[in-house]
């Protein structure tokens, strides 16, 4: 069975700092590999995604991931991030006709 | 021109009554979805239909039964609503196996008082 998980529940960072969302996977077979943000009141929207090749991905927004297949994770980072950055983030695993989510990591992004 | 779209956003209802929630998707996929998320913002599939067929059952209570007229429509009736229904659902749509083109619907806000 897949599953993913993301160790932080919340992290507070401050306007122009970088960002690093940590993400671990369970999946037997060649993971691919999501990261959904969600805003307030609002759906999920797709930043990056990993099928395969370059192991460092590009997303929207400024953000990238980078799949470590030796530590089964998907870390995502943004080098400095923006007030509008405040959001919930998700990593999610494909396979078995399902994405299946982590339970999110809260962004706060102070002044 | 909404992509995926759910209504109502809101549904505020007592417990004990039936209540649907509808989805549609204008983007020709095959495949949609109804995902909930809990007070914790936890994500968790619950059905999954393609080509009309179900799929995808997350071992969800039977009071809860999706209904997919054709593949642009997945309803989610629910009977005999609980307190523990509570939640935002999600609908989603996308191609077979196409994972990396999963549209999402803006959610319904469920509250069962």
């Known amino acids: 069975a897949q599953s993913v998980t993301q160790p932080d529940i919340h992290i507070t960072v401050s306007e122009g700092a970088s960002l690093e969302l940590r993400c671990n996977y369970s999946y037997g077979a060649t993971p691919y590999l999501f990261w959904y943000v969600q805003s307030p009141g609002q759906g999920l929207q797709l930043l990056l995604k990993y099928f395969s090749g370059d192991t460092l991905v590009q997303g929207i927004k400024g953000f990238e991931a980078e799949f470590k297949r030796s530590q089964s994770s998907f870390n995502l980072r943004k080098p400095s991030v923006h007030w509008s950055d405040a959001a919930e983030y998700f990593c999610a695993v494909g396979g078995n006709y399902k994405l299946s989510f982590g339970a999110g990591t809260t962004v706060t992004v102070r002044a | 021109d909404t992509a995926v779209s759910q209504t109502p956003k809101y549904l505020v209802t007592q417990m004990g009554n039936d209540k649907s929630i509808k989805c549609e998707q204008n983007l020709g996929h095959d495949t949609m979805y109804w995902y909930k998320q809990d007070s914790k913002k936890f994500l968790k599939i619950m059905f999954s239909y393609n080509n009309k067929e179900l799929i995808i059952n997350e071992t969800v209570p039977n009071r809860f039964s999706p209904k997919s007229p054709d593949k642009a429509h997945l309803n989610l009736h629910i009977n005999s609503l609980e307190l523990g229904d509570s939640a935002v659902y999600f609908c989603?749509?996308?191609?077979?196996?196409?994972?990396?083109?999963?549209?999402f619907g803006s959610g319904t806000q469920l509250s069962v008082l």
């Open positions: 989603a749509s996308g191609m077979t196996g196409g994972y990396e083109k999963l549209f």
